[in-house]
């Protein structure tokens, strides 16, 4: 028998190993402590939290609000970008105005786009696997989170998608959500992981490097740095939520941990901009 460690032996009785973790708060716990919940299985602190539990039919129409939503959105504006080839299409009005453009963040001021960029796609393919990953990962992420902090994660990791586009291609119009997706994968991956689920059974570490394999296939096009930053930035926004969770601080410091990683990653694709428009047009 190995050496029973602090990681390994429930939080309640430190003489008895076990390899079930709270799915609310990450401690570990024995058969004793552990109850069993729609949720997933909860030590006797979290068990007694009044926090709604979510059932299957409340998963499908409360739950995944914010998902649904975002699919909507990207949904409209690729129907309004007129965009309807099945591989990269070309540019369009849509594509000038909000797309993620060095030049025209700083110091052209239009920081929308750090933003707005994430909501267009060029084509029929890229949307429509954006949107089919979108909606499995949100699925899978809205429900445990919450619908606010899952909108926090999904908008930092655009962010950190736009900072990470634009620190390796500056110069050129990038669009599309994927840098929030690679997001959602990667806060996916650590979720995973602190609730004791092997996220390479579960098949979402081999979808992450699929998809980044894919990613660095010669002639697609594809925004390398988006997808880097993105997984980066939604690994730390979840490594954050754990250990707040973990430590059991108060719920709103995890929109402050969110804001922060998305404010960093504005501030960076900002300067970024700027320096990349200095050199490029100096």
Same mark, same amino acid.
């Given at each position: 028998?190995?050496?029973?460690?602090?990681?390994?032996?429930?939080?309640?009785?430190?003489?008895?190993?076990?390899?079930?973790?709270?799915?609310?708060?990450?401690?570990?716990?024995?058969?004793?402590?552990?109850?069993?919940?729609?949720?997933?299985?909860?030590?006797?602190?979290?068990?007694?939290?009044?926090?709604?539990?979510?059932? +299957?039919?409340?998963?499908?129409?409360?739950?995944?609000?914010?998902? +649904?939503? !975002?699919?909507?959105?990207?949904?409209?504006?690729? !129907?309004?970008?007129?965009?309807?080839?099945?591989?990269?299409?070309?540019?369009?009005?849509?594509?000038?105005? !909000?797309?993620?453009?060095?030049?025209?963040?700083?110091?052209?001021?239009? #920081?929308?786009?750090?933003?707005?960029?994430?909501?267009?796609?060029?084509?029929?393919?890229?949307?429509?696997?954006?949107?089919?990953?979108? #909606?499995?990962?949100?699925?899978?992420?809205?429900?445990?989170?919450?619908?606010?902090?899952?909108?926090?994660?999904?908008?930092?990791?655009?962010?950190?998608?736009?900072?990470?586009?634009?620190?390796?291609?500056?110069?050129?119009?990038?669009?599309?959500?994927?840098?929030?997706?690679?997001?959602?994968?990667?806060?996916?991956?650590?979720?995973?992981?602190?609730?004791?689920?092997?996220?390479?059974?579960?098949?979402?570490?081999? !979808?992450?490097?699929?998809?980044?394999?894919?990613?660095?296939?010669?002639?697609?096009?594809?925004?390398?740095?988006?997808?880097?930053?993105?997984? +980066?930035?939604?690994?730390?926004?979840?490594?954050?939520?754990?250990?707040?969770?973990?430590?059991?601080?108060?719920?709103?410091?995890? #929109?402050?941990?969110?804001?922060?990683?998305?404010?960093?990653?504005?501030?960076?694709?900002?300067?970024?901009?700027?320096?990349?428009?200095?050199?490029?047009?100096?």
């Amino acid at each position: 028998m190995g050496t029973v460690t602090e990681e390994t032996v429930c939080y309640r009785h430190p003489s008895r190993e076990t390899a079930v973790s709270c799915s609310n708060c990450g401690r570990p716990i024995c058969t004793e402590c552990m109850t069993s919940t729609p949720v997933g299985m909860r030590c006797p602190e979290c068990s007694k939290d009044r926090t709604k539990v979510h059932t +299957v039919r409340s998963m499908n129409t409360v739950v995944t609000t914010v998902t +649904v939503a !975002l699919i909507a959105i990207n949904a409209v504006l690729f !129907l309004g970008s007129g965009q309807f080839g099945i591989g990269s299409s070309g540019g369009s009005q849509l594509f000038a105005r !909000l797309g993620l453009f060095g030049p025209a963040i700083d110091p052209g001021g239009e #920081y929308w786009r750090l933003v707005t960029s994430g909501f267009l796609h060029a084509g029929l393919l890229h949307v429509a696997f954006n949107m089919y990953l979108l #909606y499995v990962l949100g699925q899978m992420l809205e429900g445990p989170l919450g619908s606010k902090r899952f909108a926090g994660l999904y908008f930092a990791s655009l962010l950190a998608g736009s900072f990470g586009a634009l620190l390796l291609e500056p110069l050129q119009t990038t669009v599309g959500a994927s840098g929030a997706v690679f997001g959602l994968m990667g806060a996916a991956f650590f979720q995973m992981r602190a609730r004791g689920i092997d996220p390479f059974a579960s098949g979402i570490a081999p !979808l992450i490097l699929f998809n980044l394999a894919f990613s660095f296939i010669p002639g697609l096009n594809i925004s390398i740095g988006g997808h880097l930053g993105g997984l +980066v930035g939604g690994a730390l926004c979840a490594l954050a939520l754990i250990a707040i969770d973990k430590r059991r601080l108060p719920h709103w410091t995890g #929109y402050v941990a969110l804001a922060t990683i998305g404010l960093v990653s504005a501030v960076g694709a900002v300067l970024v901009s700027a320096n990349a428009t200095n050199a490029g047009f100096g």
